[in-house]
């Protein structure tokens, strides 16, 4: 059990396991952490990230990528897509199952929770104010930033050893995390910064195929936002950073 398919399966399960764990634990009543608020919620999203990467790395996927949105720009970058859809099966299924399993652990809260709304938004991710071109923007935008900031950590500039300038080893991964809780304080209040097709898209297969209590439905209208901004912000991204050679 130690390839780069399984390196992304796990990884991005561990992710959306422990992501979608503290939406759950902040929305859902009866919980301790209940109402604790963006902050948490934005430290608890850093904190699955870091997670989620070091174990797709310990289990064969050096990359870490789980988001086909970084798979895309990767491919873009290097001009290889052989292994595009693979990954992004990987990551979509272990999204699924990251889903499934907050959904299991959170099992008694689901019926002390009155609104459907508050229940989706456990699994994924809406407008706070309905606006598509606005919200496919936030996206886009959060998204290119997450691609561009991530090229510079690991670029020759920042990292490469013998400069002065480079990563102590294994430091990436938390400036990642950094990376990623910064885009959630600063840009994550317009749409619950999805900037991951995955992360969106498996939790709300898992909403709407798991007989959750009240559960209302699972916002299909919503759905391609979070798949088309961040593939787009990535693809843009990944021009940039080809041609700049970093």
């Known amino acids: 059990m130690h390839s780069v398919w399984f390196g992304e399966f796990l990884g991005t399960l561990v992710l959306v396991l422990l992501g979608n764990g503290v939406n759950a634990g902040v929305t859902l009543r009866r919980s301790y952490a209940a109402d604790s608020g963006w902050i ?140 990623v809780w910064g885009i959630g304080l600063s840009l994550g209040g317009t749409t619950g910064y999805a900037i991951n097709p995955a992360r969106d898209l498996g939790p709300r297969l898992v909403h709407a195929l798991l007989p959750i209590p009240g559960k209302g439905g699972s916002n299909w209208r919503y759905a391609p936002i979070p798949i088309v901004g961040p593939l787009l912000g990535a693809a843009l991204a990944g021009l940039l950073l080809r041609y700049a050679h970093l």
């Not at 456990?122 to 991530?150: D, I, K, M, Q």
């Open 40 to 179: 948490v919620i934005t430290a608890g999203w850093a904190m699955a990230v870091l997670c989620g990467v070091l174990v797709a790395q310990a289990f064969g996927s050096p990359g870490a990528n789980l988001n086909p949105a970084i798979t895309l720009a990767v491919a873009v970058i290097g001009g290889n897509y052989s292994q595009v859809l693979s990954f992004w099966s990987a990551q979509l299924l272990g999204a699924m199952g990251g889903a499934a399993l907050m959904a299991l652990h959170y099992a008694p809260h689901w019926a002390l929770t009155p609104g459907p709304v508050d229940k989706l938004g456990v699994f994924c991710t809406n407008g706070a104010v309905r606006s598509p071109l606005a919200n496919l923007f936030s996206e886009v935008l959060g998204t290119a930033v997450l691609v561009v900031v991530a090229g510079a950590i690991f670029s020759h500039g920042v990292a490469a050893n013998g400069t002065g300038l480079g990563l102590g080893a294994g430091l990436g991964p938390w400036l990642v995390a950094c990376l």
